[in-house]
């Protein structure tokens, strides 16, 4: 009943968003232009209008009844199947990016607690420091000279960095990726280990001579798993925003690129004509991305209600 209850939570708050974003994407875009001698720009006004922009919301859900498959994109190929085929692409990079960083950042953060009280602890916490410190788009643009560098000089095999039909970009893609939320999960895994370590059934476990590493998974990192989780969202929502960056530097054909493409129209204007994106585009993009988050969501709730004990559950509500 409680997975129910938070599944319908979501799914509302889906629906809103996806609706919302819609009435934003739909805002009329009339605009009154004044000019000088010569048709020259002098300035620019705009006088939002409600009845306008309810009739183009009207519109927008007349047109996808009205069209199977959206209509056409362009002659033989219609706005579902190239939306598809771009969503496809995107989730073929998110979908193991998310699982990946999961379990890559509780084994660095594993790591990293096992590390602090050892002279090589710049492996662990100074490596980790280092990451989140600096931004991924240094590490994403030094990994892709590095590697043209060392095939250019014969110490590599060839990595095609450009392009999404080949199976190697999708693993640079996510490489890329994954290099935040990884070390990002890690520092959350590290403190939250730290955290529970001084607890009386810690102590209660070492006194029995119980072994360090029982100690560590079967109670520790148990325990910390819902402060784990709790950061589900937070990864998620990085991972699609830097999915905009990464298909861009490396030509991907994906769904941030089409979306990208869609509102990239209206980010610039000519006098006399109306500002316009490819609202059909747009929101099929919009719909797609906001499902990956409803999805993540939801396993992330889930997950977090099945790893918290009772008591904790009881007294969070």
Not at 167 to 173: D, M, N, R, S
Not at 225 to 235: D, E, M, S, V, Y
Not at 265 to 281: C, L, N, Q, W
Request: aromatic share 14%; hydrophobic share 50%; proline share 3%.
């Amino acid at each position: 009943m409680v997975y129910f209850k938070k599944a319908i939570e979501q799914f509302v708050l889906w629906i809103v968003c996806v609706f919302l974003f819609i009435g934003i994407l739909f805002l009329p875009a009339k605009t009154d232009f004044e000019t000088g001698k010569g048709g020259q720009f002098k300035s620019a006004s705009y006088d939002y209008e409600l009845d306008m922009h309810i009739q183009n919301i009207k519109g927008f859900f007349t047109y996808i009844k009205e069209n199977p498959d959206l209509g056409e994109f362009v002659p033989g190929q219609s706005y579902a199947n190239r939306i598809a085929g771009k969503a496809w692409k995107s989730l073929l990079l998110v979908a193991p990016t998310l699982i990946l960083a999961y379990i890559l950042g509780v084994l660095k953060g594993i790591f990293d607690f096992r590390m602090q009280k050892k002279k090589l602890n710049f492996l662990g916490n100074g490596t980790t420091w280092l990451f989140i410190s600096m931004p991924d788009l240094f590490f994403i643009i030094i990994i892709q000279i590095g590697l043209m560098f060392l095939y250019e000089k014969g110490l590599f095999f060839h990595v095609t960095l450009y392009g999404s039909e080949k199976l190697e970009t999708y693993v640079v893609g996510i490489l890329f990726l994954l290099i935040y939320p990884v070390f990002y999960l890690a520092n959350i895994t590290n403190v939250s280990l730290q955290e529970q370590e001084g607890n009386d059934y810690i102590r209660t476990a070492k006194s029995k001579g119980t072994p360090g590493m029982k100690i560590l998974f079967v109670h520790i990192l148990k325990n910390s798993f819902p402060k784990i989780l709790a950061h589900g969202n937070t990864i998620t929502l990085y991972v699609l925003s830097n999915l905009f960056i990464v298909e861009k530097l490396m030509d991907f054909q994906g769904a941030a690129d089409g979306l990208f493409s869609a509102v990239l129209r209206g980010t610039g204007f000519r006098v006399g004509m109306e500002m316009m994106v490819d609202g059909i585009s747009a929101a099929g993009y919009t719909v797609f991305f906001a499902t990956i988050i409803l999805v993540s969501n939801l396993v992330t709730q889930i997950s977090k209600s099945l790893v918290t004990p009772a008591s904790q559950e009881m007294n969070h509500e």
